[in-house]
């Protein structure tokens, strides 16, 4: 069954606007209900919409043996990768600030500095075509009595900058400590004062969270004890302390909903902002198939953008019809094996796709 979340602003809603929803929701659905069949996860929120509708779904439980309810639009989850996007969002906030250029060396907001990463640019950042390494183990550098930015400077590169396309972390994780000495902010800080609170994310945040049933728990390390539940997944991102660019984003249903709604709008602005949201679903890199906007994977023929968070959760978005899916789920709880998340997501992306063109008008 799909239900609906608390509808926004509803004023003589279009057939057309409408009939797309219900079909990608049911799209959707199935995939979702196919998923949990085959033991994907245990279970799932998922949510289909526009500027001022949406459906949603809700299926299976938060978490067998420890949280034995459905899940909600209010549910917490691990959303991983998808913190991502909101670094990529306040790296577009300081660009309209002017506090951030997009092809300037981060030697110009760190310092001078000959270390091989120090020529590196906020768009090969975001593009993921840095050439820094590609395993994350900050483990190497406890204790060293050295800044984690001064380590990922110093590191070697495994390719020379713009050259290859190569989806990692590092990027995201110097990116947001270079927002961090700009601004002069924590990135929780930053991200709460210029999302959250804005855009009425309320129940975002990075953790610790109560483990209680409202948070779904992600993995559980060891047999026989309790999974990682209300503190972050990511390695890298706890040895942080849980805050980073790249991961420790915890979010609602309900929360990425605005999220995407506020990207999409800030799409339609004639702003630095809006120019910068805009010029990011465009293609700045492509390898093996995949071609990489700035923050975004971009699939031009269906006008898709789109990005996956490793402990199950992806977003999509249709910039140019103003509208978005949102899939939340902890499929690493049950296993890290992605042939099952695998095909949920192309599942989703097929739904987003192939759906929005068969639909006519944009409502």
Known sequence: MVLKLSQIGIVGVMPERTDWIDAAAEHLDNAVTRFLDAGGAPGAVAVTGDAVETRSLARGVVAPG???????ADTRYDIASLTKTMTWLL????????DLELDKPVSTYLGPSTHPASGLTVRQMLGHTTGLRSATRFDEYLASG???VEHILREELETQPGQRMRYINRGFILLGLVLERVTGQNLDVLAAERIWRPWQMHSTSYGPLPADEHVAPTERRLIGTRPTWGVVHDESAALMGGVAGHAGVFSTAADMVRFARGILGARQEDSPLGRYVHDSFRVYASQDG????LGWIVVPESGT????GFTGTSLYLSPDS??????????VFVSRDRRRLKALRADALVAMSTVDQGVSGKG
């Open 91 to 98: 790296a577009g906030f300081s660009v309209a600030d002017g």
């Open 146 to 148: 050295v800044p984690l």
């Open 305 to 308: 953008a789109y990005h996956h």
């Open 322 to 331: 103003d509208r978005f899916m949102v899939v939340l789920t902890n499929a």
């Open 66 to 72: 420890f949280a034995e309810v459905t899940p909600t």
């Open 290 to 293: 995949t071609r990489r906007g």
